[in-house]
């Protein structure tokens, strides 16, 4: 078995998979996992998938828990609390968020792989070619030592929006981009002192944008828009022109890190041809306003996991890996990208009434959690209907 993207979603794929005692090769074309700003909020769906793969008591003495999230409007001061604790189950083990970056949650689950013996590691292996036929998938590699053929009877693409191994099935990545550029950026500064709950999402036509805690220590998650015009030196320069306005009072800070990045809301047409499966961002993406994103990816991971145990073990025919595909996918275009999207919307929504009506209705949500559709709650559509195994 091969897996390709050592990410979160690969790393999950990678580990559920040796865990069943199935011989697992992972390969990723960096030398390092990937550190850059990214996803930071771990919601309960997926703190229950890190439970059942034993990850969640070593998680939570890494993240940040939390129960708070707040939206702010900044034109009219107000600040409209939420908790996530009314979405789940009463007395649900995994009812709050935890806060830390995904490349911390990548580095923990290589670790627990590397402790099996059927698990294999491969940095700097860069995918060039695909073949299949009946029995297996015969993939060119690029590694260290040279050009080599690898052959697996079956392959998982986990390799990011991006994916080789998607433009090597020659699948189409349809969608859209969208058209500001985002910027994410790790800050050291003391928001708590300001009254800011653990996750924010900032309401402005302008000035848009999400702060939320990075972990235990005093590191915070400000993503923000900027024009897409803007080369990459002009992002960096105009840091501190957005801070002015995101930040809640003037005071000394420090950025840990700053990444510019475009945002697509793209899907590809299949996420299964022959013995190939996608996961992760290598099958679709969305924009970040949610935390739809990982969330997704890790549910991906762990239901790629029960389909093929399943038939590598002869407990299910591969109609199980259709079903996958074609659920998997229903999941992001009817669930995903639009909470994602609309998530997006009422963050930078231009129009004023509309702004207003937003703004009454998330009130409303808050104040009558047992109907308010919460980033929590709708975490949960994320699971789709159960794999048939």
């Known amino acids: 078995m091969i897996v390709v993207g050592a990410g979160p979603v690969g790393f999950i794929t990678a580990y559920g998979l040796a865990r069943k005692g199935i011989?697992?090769?992972?390969?990723?074309?960096?030398?390092?996992?990937?550190?850059?700003?990214?996803?930071?909020?771990?919601?309960?769906?997926?703190?229950e998938i890190l439970?059942?793969?034993?990850?969640?008591?070593?998680?939570?003495?890494?993240?940040?828990?939390?129960?708070?999230?707040?939206?702010?409007?900044?034109?009219?001061?107000?600040?409209?609390?939420?908790?996530?604790?009314?979405?789940?189950?009463?007395?649900?083990?995994?009812?709050?968020?935890?806060?830390?970056?995904?490349?911390?949650?990548?580095?923990?689950v290589m670790r627990h792989l590397l402790?099996?013996?059927?698990?294999?590691?491969?940095?700097?292996?860069?995918?060039?070619?695909?073949e299949q036929d009946g029995s297996g998938v015969s993939l060119g590699v690029a590694t260290p030592e040279g050009r080599v053929t690898l052959r697996s009877d079956w392959v998982v693409g986990t390799d990011g929006s991006h994916s080789t191994v998607r433009q090597l099935l020659e699948l189409p990545f349809e969608g859209h981009t969208w058209p500001d550029r985002f910027v994410a950026t790790n800050l050291d500064y003391d928001f708590e002192s300001h009254g800011y709950?653990?996750?924010?999402?900032?309401?402005?036509?302008?000035?848009?944008?999400?702060?939320?805690?990075?972990?235990?220590?005093?590191?915070?998650?400000?993503?923000f828009g900027e024009h897409a015009g803007l080369a990459e030196e002009q992002v960096y320069e105009r840091i501190p022109q957005h801070y002015a306005r995101l930040l809640p009072a003037p005071g000394p800070y420090r950025i840990v890190?700053?990444?510019?990045?475009?945002?697509?809301?793209?899907?590809?047409?299949?996420?299964?041809?022959?013995?190939?499966?996608?996961?992760?961002?290598?099958?679709?993406?969305?924009?970040?306003?949610?935390?739809?994103?990982?969330?997704?990816?890790?549910?991906?991971?762990?239901?790629v996991v029960k389909v093929l145990d399943a038939v590598i073990h002869g407990r299910a025919g591969e109609d199980v890996l259709d079903f996958y595909a074609e659920e998997r996918r229903r999941v992001f275009r009817e669930a995903v990208s639009p909470i994602a999207t609309s998530f997006k919307r009422q963050l930078s929504e231009k129009d004023a009434g509309q702004r207003a009506r937003d703004r009454i209705k998330f009130r409303q949500d808050a104040e009558n959690p047992d109907t308010s559709p919460t980033a929590s709650k709708l975490s949960t559509l994320l699971l789709g209907r159960p794999m048939p195994v």
């Open 197 to 223: 709950s653990p996750a924010n999402m900032i309401s402005d036509p302008d000035e848009w944008g999400v702060i939320a805690r990075l972990g235990r220590e005093n590191l915070w998650r400000v993503t």
């Open 115 to 130: 402790e099996l013996p059927n698990a294999q590691l491969l940095w700097r292996h860069k995918v060039h070619s695909l």
């Open 23 to 47: 011989e697992v090769r992972l390969l990723e074309a960096e030398a390092v996992i990937a550190s850059s700003p990214r996803a930071a909020i771990y919601f309960p769906t997926t703190l």
């Open 257 to 303: 890190a700053a990444a510019p990045y475009r945002v697509h809301e793209r899907c590809a047409p299949r996420f299964r041809v022959g013995r190939v499966l996608l996961a992760g961002d290598a099958a679709h993406v969305c924009n970040p306003c949610g935390g739809m994103g990982l969330t997704s990816g890790i549910v991906d991971a762990v239901a």
């Open 51 to 108: 439970d059942q793969l034993d990850l969640l008591e070593e998680a939570q003495g890494i993240g940040y828990a939390s129960t708070r999230f707040a939206m702010r409007y900044p034109a009219t001061g107000e600040v409209i609390e939420a908790d996530v604790t009314t979405s789940v189950p009463p007395g649900s083990p995994y009812a709050r968020n935890l806060h830390f970056g995904q490349h911390v949650l990548a580095d923990l």
